[in-house]
């Protein structure tokens, strides 16, 4: 096999990535695997001077409500009424999170992994770039078609998890905006279909059966 071979699981928030990137974690290491878990959707490097100025412009706010009992502070981020920020922020963060995926990259040849498991990918860091600056020429960026076509490299394949929007607001007390979720369902959707990449909707099926298709995927992933 390719060292190292990347698999990753994307999708809302609530869908089970997480759930099913540890399950998985677990499975490949008692499968004889040299495997690492990683996170990977918040790696700013340069963007942190863009999130200087979006503090000085006051477009990020700070919102803090109370729900089922538990008080929840977020930064939220309206960086679409900014031409700086909309512009700007999704070339620099992709930048920045490619840094990162090299990087690990790179670790993983050097400690000889076998896999690495991306809990959330750049199709998750591709959707929040277009939910906080609503600006959908992203996709003409020469950053995001790399990236999309890094998907399809043979070392790179996975999933996206969906659930019903409605599913999760009832499931996560800490999300804070039903249009964000059905915004980032129907984008996901279009990303999955648009790529070619199996999805598993979590609505209605168990976390064993889900994470039966994962390991399913994973083996044909693996052994291709």
């Not at 076998?114 to 950053?143: G, H, K, P, Q, S």
Request: charged share 25%; proline share 3%; aromatic share 16%.
């Amino acid at each position: 096999m390719p060292k190292p071979r990347i698999f990753f699981l994307s999708g809302i928030d609530g869908s089970g990535k997480s759930t099913h990137a540890r399950l998985l974690y677990i499975y490949a290491r008692k499968s004889g695997l040299k495997v690492q878990y990683m996170w990977l959707r918040w790696s700013p490097f340069l963007t942190y001077i863009l999130l200087f100025y979006s503090l000085i412009r006051r477009r990020t706010l700070k919102i803090t409500f109370t729900r089922k009992g538990q008080r929840y502070t977020f930064k939220v981020h309206v960086f679409w009424i900014d031409p700086v920020l909309k512009t700007l922020y999704p070339r620099v963060f992709l930048l920045d999170s490619l840094l990162r995926y090299f990087l690990e990259l790179v670790t993983g040849y050097v400690r000889h992994l076998d896999l690495i498991i991306f809990d959330r990918f750049f199709l998750d860091i591709i959707t929040d770039m277009l939910w906080e600056t609503r600006n959908v020429a992203v996709f003409r960026y020469r950053e995001v078609k790399a990236i999309l076509g890094l998907l399809n490299k043979y070392r790179c394949c996975g999933l996206v998890l969906f659930a019903d929007p409605l599913m999760i607001i009832n499931r996560k007390a800490d999300v804070i905006s039903f249009k964000e979720i059905k915004f980032k369902y129907d984008v996901f959707k279009l990303l999955a279909k648009a790529l070619g990449l199996e999805a598993i909707d979590t609505t209605s099926v168990s976390i064993s059966e889900a994470f039966n298709i994962v390991v399913r995927r994973f083996h044909e992933c693996v052994h291709k």
